[in-house]
């Protein structure tokens, strides 16, 4: 996928002028009270979180010996394993899987990983036609935009925009002001025909189970099962993460997704295990497995190794303030919010992505909602530290630094500086008590007004005080 | 440092932080106050910054030559307290691992000066509780809370705990008082815009509450909040805890420009 | 081809190298025991009452899935027959090979198909190979897409159960259902489909099932 990360700073003022975006946004709130209800309600939710993360521990810790035992169980299950070392190669396979079907009609489940390695694109300038299937997918498809969260990929869009999206779309002959079950229904019809009709089925996965061969999909609409159970072929895409060793993981850590994700369990969890019988009507005759690297393999066992721990429940973003003022699409990327900020340097590149840690301000809050964990805060600060190592700095923050180090690290000098400081500022502030304006500090004064020092340090005024 | 020596000296070291040396010297009195009431014998030795700016910004070696004034400075001392939780939790966990692989006397020295760290309400709590409150104020205030001494030091009941002890004052909750006002230290100057936004819905949530008084215990946050309120020409000032603890009001609130108390 | 198949191997054990090159210091870490896995499922059900059914019926019903009780598996028919009277014409699936294709259809007056069909007015008649009570969920599991897709398309989906089927949790209902050999589709199912896509309201259905009535039978299935 296209990155805009470079210009996060843009972004993120564009986002916050941007009004239609803005009306949107208030919507996580009701995203916190359902996590809060699924994970402080239900009994059991501080062990299911400790077990969970272990169990991903574990999964990170053995992931190549569970890679190799899944290959093996996939293919003796009947599917046929594809291993893809960088977004290009995934392309690569699923293109040739389609070729050789004679495929016309791709129907696609929401994934991010897709999204990742730019699939959708990848098909239709092959010739396919490509459907998103997933509603929330198949608006932002309409409206040719990328996911802007990794539960709710259409949270930022609004009934009006929706409406008008699908008027147009469906030649539909709207008025505007039609309710969210109208268009689903809509949306839904729409999509059934589609996916009675396509020759592929594409899905991502939650988790791959080693001992069984198996994908877990968690769903709610139904369309993922659709995909997997009506075209002839069905293509799951996944990165090396997801896997773990056995169903009694699974079924543990899907609890666990689906509960930090806001909902008790989602209304399917489908145990995919190879491809199936085609019965009386159809259905998938063959399933290809796309496993993806594209950079995560690099992060194993490094300073980000625990990122992949992450089941993308979302909550990590619905909870942050940063996510809550400009939406996901401003990232730039694919993951949005604290996960985002940190996985994005680690699978791009820091130099494009070098921003998104900057623009936190580490209030640990994503840390505190992970269902496994990740400590997000101090790897947003790690990849600060690898900014200023790898990284040319601004000229002006380079010298504030390092005036601020020279009198910082010498504390009687500091006492005298900051006393000629405080009595200078104290004076600009003509007595008001206020500065209402400063030069090298308009980013803070353009809002707000900065309190006086009050002519002396309190060093200076506790000496004397004697 | 030259003529140290092993000896601890008893009593609390005060760092009284940058923000409160330069903006807020009444919080380091208010500080001071309330640890000799608690029974402590309170010095200020020379002291700068607990390396902060530069450690957010990924500059480890920056903050490393300031941490390692910051331990030569306060690890003499039986306690360090002081009236910031981003800094307590800073000095608490953050400057040993700026020491992390190194020898030497500044490594084990930052990991003393942790241990022997608290943040001031904490402190207080721990050391006499309710007891040494002696103060009276009539206002109704809310409590905001830094996002580091919430999360990292579990800092929420023990200035509720304090402020209940203030006779005649009323504490109402706001909505947003677990949630980040937009300081963030140099974030409210890189990302303005996004500073501003964070800092606006909670001056929203502020006014919404029956407070009259913004109270917290992070002097970043109260000039952010404070300094936007009083941009919007909303007429709620903002005081960091320890003067309200202590009594000692005379000054201003941030916010309230001089005269107006 | 031949040069892409080499391609193909070979990335498939760089990734493998890698990855094993770079976790080789974690091989310590442990999966949770026996012991701590029982822990966390007993503090996961510790509230749950000891009538299995009954929770199972009460999680079903806040899921949004209808639930009827029956006390024999030959009422099923008739319970079918009275969900879809007022339909015109109503065609009821009956995909599985199994109990359910045997039951006296006719007698009660309902045509059944093979195929599904996504007329609103039509129905599927389906068995679930397990439920949980712990989450109210059916257990569908089945070799052959024909299950899935009546499940998925029909206008409304009828899940008999049998009670003896019902389990606590996931784990027990999955344990019950390896034992008869996993198939290729295992899902369980809570409530209707459902989307928060459209303005984040949540709307029930989606893209199907679009109602669910669950038949719990008392009886034996077998």
Known sequence: MKSTTESFGKNARDALADRRLQRSLPVIHEFRRDHERATGALPGYAELKRIGRQIREHSLANVATLL???????????????WAADAEEARRHVL????????????????????????????????????????????????????????????????????????????????????????????????????????????????????????????????????????????????????????EDASLLWRLLSRAAGQEVTTFTSVLTGPGERGESGGPEAMHIVLVDNGRSDLLGGEFHDALRCVRCGACMDHCPIYESIGGQAYGWVYPGPIGAVVTPGLTNLEESADLPQASTLCGVCEEVCPVDIPLPSMLQKWRRRAVEELPQP?????????????????????????????????????????????????????????????????????RRG | MSGQTDRVIPGVALFATCLVDLFRPSVGFAAARLLERAGFTVHVPPQACCGQPAFNSGDEERARDVARAFVDTFSRYEYVVTPSGSCASMIRFDMPRLFDGASGPAALRALEVAEKTWELTAFLVESGGAEIIDAENRATVTYHDGCSGLRKLSIREQPRELLRAVRGLTLVEYEGAAQCCGFGGTFCVKFPELSTEMCHKRCAQIAESAADELIGGEMGCLMNLSGAMARQGQPIGARHVAEVLAGMTDTPALGRGKGSV | MAAARLKVASSRDTILRNAQARVAHLRGQASPSQEERRAVLSALTSGLPSDRTAHFVERARASDAAVSRLSSVSEVPAALADLISGAAEPTVCVPDAGALRDLPWAEAGVRTARAPS?????????????????????????????????????????????????????????????????????????GPSRTGDIASRLVIPAQGPRRIHILVVEEDGS
């Open chain 1, 395 to 463: 000229a002006r923050s380079t010298w504030a630094l390092a005036l601020w180090r020279y009198f910082a690290s010498r504390p009687k000098l500091y006492r005298l500086a900051t006393s000629v400081v405080a009595r200078l500022l104290y004076l600009l502030s003509f007595g008001r008590g206020t500065l209402r304006r400063l030069p090298l500090l308009s980013g803070w004064t353009a809002s707000r007004d900065l309190p006086a020092p009050e002519g002396q340090t309190f060093q200076r005024a506790w000496r």
């Open chain 1, 68 to 82: 190799t035992e899944f290959e093996q169980t996939a293919e003796a299950a009947g599917a046929r394993v594809h």
């Open chain 3, 118 to 190: 996504s007329r609103h007015d039509d129905a599927s008649a389906i068995e679930a190979a397990a439920g949980v009570a712990e989450s109210g969920s059916l257990v569908i599991s089945a070799a052959s897409h024909d299950t899935p897709q009546a499940m998925l398309l029909s206008g409304q989906t009828v899940v008999v159960l049998f009670e003896s089927a019902i389990a606590t949790t996931f784990e027990d209902a999955l344990r019950a259902v390896r034992s008869r050999g996993l198939r290729s589709r295992v899902v369980f199912l809570t």
């Open chain 1, 96 to 247: 040739d899987i389609c070729a050789a079907r004679d495929a016309r009609r791709v129907v696609k489940a929401k994934s991010m990983v897709t999204e990742e390695v730019g699939l959708r694109a990848a098909l239709q300038e092959a010739g396919y036609r490509v459907w998103e299937t997933d509603i929330g997918e198949y608006v932002l498809q309409l409206a040719d935009e990328p996911p802007g969260h990794v539960v709710a990929p259409a949270l930022h869009k609004g009934l009006d925009e929706i409406d008008e999206l699908f008027a147009t779309a469906h030649g539909t002959a709207s008025e505007g002001g039609r309710s969210a079950e109208q268009l689903v229904e809509e949306g839904s019809g729409v999509l059934r025909e589609q996916h009675a009709a396509a020759d592929v089925g594409i899905t991502g996965a939650n988790f791959l189970v080693a001992e069984t061969g198996s994908v877990v999909l968690l769903t709610n609409e139904g369309n993922a099962d659709l995909a997997t159970s009506l075209p002839r072929c069905h293509i799951v895409v996944a990165t090396l993460e997801k896997v773990v060793r056995g169903l």
